[in-house]
C-alpha cells in the first residue's frame, strides 16, 4: 500500500471514529507513520471529504464553480444562510446541518447545483431552499 493511501486510509478511520479530524488523530497518525503533523494537516484540508470540525448530522454541499455562480448559487447560499443563521463553512447550533462549499460537480449544464446528503440536487433555486430544509427536518 502507497504511502498516502495508507495515510487517507488512517484520516478515514480516525474520521468515522470521531465524526471529524481531531488534532489528536493528526498527531496520532503523523506519529505512527514517521511524518510531520504539518503533512497530515496538509492532507487533511485538501481533501473535501476530511473534515478539522465536527460537522452536522446532514452536509450540505454547495457548487463554488463560476457557472454556479452565474446560474444564481450566490442567491440559494443567502436563502440557506438566512433560513439556518449560519454562514458557509458553519453548523448549526443544534449539530443538524452543515453548510459547505464544494469544488466543480461537473454538472454545469445544470447550476446551480447541491449535494445534500450525498444526493445532488440540479438547477437549485432560492426558492427550493426552505422545502430542501424541511425535508431534513
Do not use: W
Amino acid at each position: 500500500m502507497t504511502e498516502n493511501k495508507i495515510l487517507l486510509t488512517r484520516l478515514h478511520k480516525a474520521q468515522e471514529r470521531d465524526g471529524y479530524v481531531t488534532q489528536a488523530a493528526i498527531d496520532e497518525i503523523a506519529g505512527q507513520l514517521g511524518v510531520p503533523a504539518a503533512e497530515v494537516y496538509q492532507t487533511v484540508s485538501f481533501y473535501s471529504m476530511l473534515y478539522l470540525k465536527p460537522q452536522g448530522k446532514h452536509l450540505i454541499q454547495i457548487c463554488e464553480s463560476a457557472p454556479c455562480h452565474i446560474a444564481g448559487a450566490q442567491a440559494v447560499i443567502a436563502a440557506m444562510e438566512s433560513q439556518l443563521g449560519i454562514r458557509m463553512g458553519e453548523t448549526t447550533g443544534d449539530s443538524h446541518i452543515t453548510l459547505q462549499y464544494i469544488q466543480c460537480c461537473g454538472q454545469c449544464q445544470d447550476a446551480p447545483v447541491l449535494v445534500v446528503d450525498g444526493e445532488l440536487m440540479k438547477c437549485v433555486e432560492a426558492g427550493q431552499v426552505a422545502e430542501i430544509l424541511e425535508r431534513l427536518k
